[in-house]
């Protein structure tokens, strides 16, 4: 194991997923300490149940707590439209950085902090966790690997509950409101797959035309309905469906297909991965994976970060395929604003 690590919590009353980076860090070996600063003082009362003696104190001042506690990592969980300056001081100060999606309401913040980040040789990781799920990193091995050959087309979608659309508390939230947010389901849940997408197929998305609405008419200030079609740098085409619009739960899935085959994630389900491949021994034949149950999620996503950062190892996300998952997400917005297909940088 590496020297374990000093992580800074950098959050506020508003802060997303708080308690799921909590118990995450307080499972990791590689994070020796917690400290938080919280200028709401919500979160002391939560980090000292879930973190026990690795909680090492709470400031209201972010630049109190870098002057004086110097941590290696910083984990930042705030309102996209406040979190570039946070990102930039504990950049400024050292630390590598994981931050909850998407941390900025334009790209070109954004763009700004990965200067910074690279400049200073600090990861900048945007926490898009289901990249270590067990079977999608199988399914990205079976895909790279060529035993589905060489891909034809992809579509996916990522569907959840309109009921948070129509609750007062909601309607307050920073998440319901594109000044603060920078959209709406496909900024916050649709981001994932996107970046599913171009990790699992190893392409990048170059140009996208998109289309967004507020179909169930909510007063919130976002799209609850995204849809794109998608051109991959491999050649093949793709599309995605994101929104808001269940009762419960989720609907979610990516189809690729490919000259010898085809695979299904469903990372929700129980049996998340099905495939089909025409050569070898299974041919023709519908294979369901049954590999690991390991944990799923934020606990190994952050573990991995937090060792990346003590380690000098491999990150789960790179600063650069942060950028691009973010830069795909505006560019299908710009797409939407202006009727034509836009071009997505690399």
């Known amino acids: ?199 699992l197929t190893g392409s990048d998305i170059t140009r996208a035309a998109g289309l967004t609405a507020n179909v169930g008419r909510q007063p919130v200030n976002i799209e609850d309905s995204a849809v794109a079609s998608l051109q991959f740098d491999a050649g093949f085409l793709g599309t995605i469906n994101s929104g808001y619009h269940l009762a419960k739960g989720y609907h979610s899935g990516i189809r690729v297909w490919g000259s010898k085959g085809w695979l299904h994630l469903e990372q929700m389900l129980d049996k998340p991965l099905h495939w089909s491949e025409t050569e070898g021994e299974q041919a023709g034949k519908i294979q369901e994976f049954t590999g690991s149950k390991n944990p799923r999620g934020y606990a190994p996503f952050v573990a991995a970060a937090v060792t990346a950062c003590a380690a000098g190892t491999e990150p789960p996300i790179t600063t650069r395929d942060s950028l691009r998952a973010l830069r795909t997400v505006f560019g299908i917005y710009d797409s939407a604003r202006t009727g034509q297909a836009t071009e997505i940088p690399q």
Request: glycine share 6%; hydrophobic share 45%.
């Open 1 to 199: 194991m590496p020297e374990p690590i000093k992580v800074a919590v950098i959050t506020d009353a508003g802060g997303a997923h708080v308690t799921a980076y909590l118990s995450a860090l307080a499972a990791t070996d590689a994070c020796a300490e917690v400290v938080l600063a919280d200028p709401d003082s919500r979160w002391p009362d939560e980090a000292r149940k879930r973190l026990g003696p690795k909680f090492r104190g709470h400031y209201v001042r972010l630049n109190e707590l870098l002057a004086k506690e110097k941590p290696a990592l910083a984990l930042v969980t705030l309102e996209a439209r406040l979190a570039p300056p946070f990102i930039d001081a504990a950049l400024a100060s050292g630390c590598h950085i994981l931050a909850e999606k998407p941390s900025c309401i334009r790209i070109a913040d954004f763009e700004a902090l990965v200067f910074k980040a690279e400049s200073k040789h600090r990861h900048l990781m945007l926490a898009l966790a289901n990249r270590l799920n067990p079977e999608f990193v199988f399914a990205r091995q079976l895909i790279a690997s060529g035993r589905i050959g060489n891909i034809y087309g992809l579509a996916m979608h990522l569907i959840a509950d309109q009921t948070r659309l129509t609750r007062p508390g909601y309607h307050r939230q920073w998440f319901a409101d594109r000044e603060r947010a920078g959209g709406g389901h496909l900024i916050w849940l649709g981001i994932h797959w996107l970046d599913l997408a171009m990790e």
